[in-house]
Nanobody, 128 residues
Framework: QVQFLESGGGSVQAGGSLRLSCTVSHNAWSSWRAYSLGWFRQPPGMERETVAAADSDGSTAYANSVEGRFTISRDNAQERLYLQMDGLKPEDTGTYYC???????????????????RGQGTLVTVSS
């Protein structure tokens, strides 16, 4: 059983920054390093959208909407995933979740609204 615990959300003004964290909890999930870990978000009243993903070797992929503003990083030893969000915009508002996919980061992104997570998410609110 794999669980994700997301944290770090909050309310900021446009242009601000937040750093999200995701702790991976598993019971002897020996193959987890073969998975891409990533973030997706769900804006209020809208569909889920994938944001960024990283594999255990450091390869990353980003949605066009966040490229250059967000940075994903993965700590394999600590089994944590991070998302540094700079230059936040009101359209970044939403609940952010982390997820794992047994595929490369670009494939994670292509899942779009089909992505599913197992955590409670963390809410990010960006005001103009």
């Amino acid at each position: 059983q794999v669980q994700f615990l997301e944290s770090g959300g909050g309310s900021v003004q446009a242009g601000g920054s937040l750093r999200l964290s995701c702790t991976v909890s598993h019971n002897a999930w020996s193959s987890w390093r073969a998975y891409s870990l990533g973030w997706f978000r769900q804006p209020p009243g809208m569909e889920r959208e994938t944001v960024a993903a990283a594999d255990s070797d450091g390869s990353t992929a980003y949605a066009n909407s966040v490229e250059g503003r967000f940075t994903i990083s993965r700590d394999n030893a600590q089994e944590r995933l991070y998302l540094q969000m700079d230059g936040l915009k009101p359209e970044d508002t939403g609940t952010y979740y982390c997820a794992a996919v047994p595929a490369p980061p670009p494939t994670f992104l292509r899942l779009g609204n089909r992505i599913q997570g197992r955590g409670q998410g963390t809410l990010v609110t960006v005001s103009s």
